[in-house]
């Protein structure tokens, strides 16, 4: 029985993305060699990291001015390497769950760091808005919380320059006003690839402000000068990304995956409204596409659930450990069956 | 026809490594699921990190203080983060080619490095002897020098710690004296798996001497209280990783492997020596067992040998851009058989 796979990350990716990746295991591009076997300098793998580059410019629709790299590390590192690149004087953040609160400490190592805004005060089941986010060299903020299940539907109001971790909600729908971005970094393991890439988006433009001797493998400029091979990258994670965003490309773009992913969307939200046993974690308004957090009114049947999820071939729906409860991810590769097979469990739960 | 894959890395591994290793692509441990989709919190997938961390102690035969981490960022991260965790006053360094140099620049961002010895007068082509390491916090060295061709025979004598940069002859033969080393750190794409994670062997009770407030990502104590899955590891490298372990153990061990590595070293060197047309580019007794460095004295002869090169199926043969000639890395899962075919290829040159 194939699953329905609402795992929150690494997840699901096309079926069609896997087969090409198993093939290319045993023998790449008629080579009669694995793609794990080749050097990142042979031309076969430059092409791979030239295309998995020019995709994601074309997919976002990205200015030219953009530079895409896929490095390593994940959003963890992320944290720290987007404050010791952009931070000269003060970084603004806005703290909406557990991975801005990571990217918080992460910058305070680097320089001063200002929470401009925080949904702390109420579990992090809102997004802040109206944002004063004051005199600093960025705002940052975390675009979809995958932990609490809320999302920011529109980029935060201001004039300064925006850092995003957009590692849970990337290629999932169009990105608005990408203008406004100095940096956008995404681990891969959500609607990207697999785990092991991270991809960051940089506006060059940005870069050099802080003067700071910034350690090579953590310094931007240093891998786009090298073309984002500085050193062997992760050259398997990189290839299934590339093939994930082919699909993406052939499937209508971030365009028709928003409306996909609106749609499974509403057919979760409507039935968690509809069904009196269970009731959403976060404010309506605020409420994520990619991860929806759920829970059931009555502990006792919290078990019967889960063993009617997995009779159902449903897995990855138990909430975050942080938070409890049911989290279902429903990321680009997820299919609208699948979301369809576990609000039908839903439905029947009380049978 | 199936390649002789000289590369110097990413490089060859296993034939049994690739099938299993595209299996799980499609269907793993028979969940019906890709590894590729499944959380890294999953039971699996923690099973294959533990598993991956104990194969390293067990085929290195680790004295149990040692900690394994399977992180990210190549060689090229572990010289910043070496010298991060571990220099508190000062660090020795030997330069013994491209890989030394950039450790010691990367060492230079975080505090003062003496550099105690360097084979630079002579074009890297000889590793230094008798090493005066003087004070310091640990003397690092690289143990194998993939693009000179040059390897250390046994670990330099001193009563410092050792920090070794091992990424190219780690698990090719046993580590002597392994209670020397406060640190090894190694890029996996050579003996290990595939690219995309590095490993860290760590002595815990030398960590902490800094006092520096290290960022998590950097700071080996955290991967190390989080059982090396402080973020998203990188899970696919890690598992490709396990399963070469797996094979190395079932093939005697480095044991084995420093056996079989020896005899195709020989076969190769015994050739160059005796063949006019070819000479070796390093010291004799310095000579790499993983990576053969050797021109021809008549540079007409060139194109001939690569076309007959790859006539033969032999693949990765030309020589690194800063050094030129020719390049055989024979790192463990090459066969001797591949050696053997580049052998009579240099034997029928001038035929």
């Keep these: 029985m194939r699953k329905h796979n609402f795992s929150a990350g690494p997840c699901i990716l096309p079926q069609e993305v896997f087969k090409k990746a198993s093939e290319a295991v045993l023998n790449f591009n008629n080579s009669n060699l694995s793609i794990l076997e080749m050097s990142h300098r042979s031309k076969d793998i430059v092409a791979v990291m030239e295309n998995a580059r020019s995709l994601v410019k074309e997919v976002l629709n990205l200015p030219s001015k953009y530079e895409v790299l896929f490095l390593q590390g994940g959003a963890s590192l992320g944290f720290y390497m987007s404050a010791l690149n952009f931070l000269e004087k003060k970084g603004a953040y806005i703290n909406t769950g557990t991975w801005s609160t ?149 499937n209508g773009g971030v365009e028709k995956a928003k409306q996909r992913n609106t749609a499974k969307a509403e057919l979760l939200y409507n039935e968690i409204d509809r069904n009196n046993l269970f009731y959403g974690f976060v404010n309506k308004e605020d409420r994520s596409h990619m991860n929806a957090t759920f829970g059931l009114h009555n502990a006792d049947l919290k078990q019967i659930f889960l063993d009617k999820c997995e009779a159902a071939g449903i897995n990855g729906i138990k909430g975050h450990r942080s938070v409890g409860g049911f989290r279902a991810s429903m990321y680009n590769a997820l299919p609208l069956e699948s979301v369809q097979v576990l609000v039908d469990v839903m439905k029947n739960l009380d049978n």
């Design 102 to 250: 990571k990217a918080i400490k992460e910058a305070k190592k680097v320089g001063d760091v200002n929470v401009v805004a925080s949904s702390e005060d109420k579990k992090f089941t809102y997004i802040p808005k109206n944002i004063e986010a004051g005199d600093a060299d960025f705002l940052h903020f975390t675009s979809n919380n995958t932990i609490y299940g809320t999302q920011f539907k529109s980029e935060p109001n201001t004039s300064l320059p925006l850092i995003c971790d957009m590692s849970s909600d990337i290629f999932s729908k169009p990105i608005n006003n990408i203008e406004k971005y100095a940096l956008i970094y995404a681990g891969a393991q959500k609607n990207l690839g697999p785990a092991g890439t991270t991809l960051y988006i940089v506006d060059p433009e940005k870069l050099g402000m802080t003067k700071r001797d910034i350690p090579s493998m953590l310094n931007l400029q240093v891998h786009i000068s090298k073309d984002s091979m500085f050193n062997t990258p992760p050259v398997y994670p990189i290839y299934v990304s590339m093939l994930t965003l082919e699909w993406l490309k052939e």
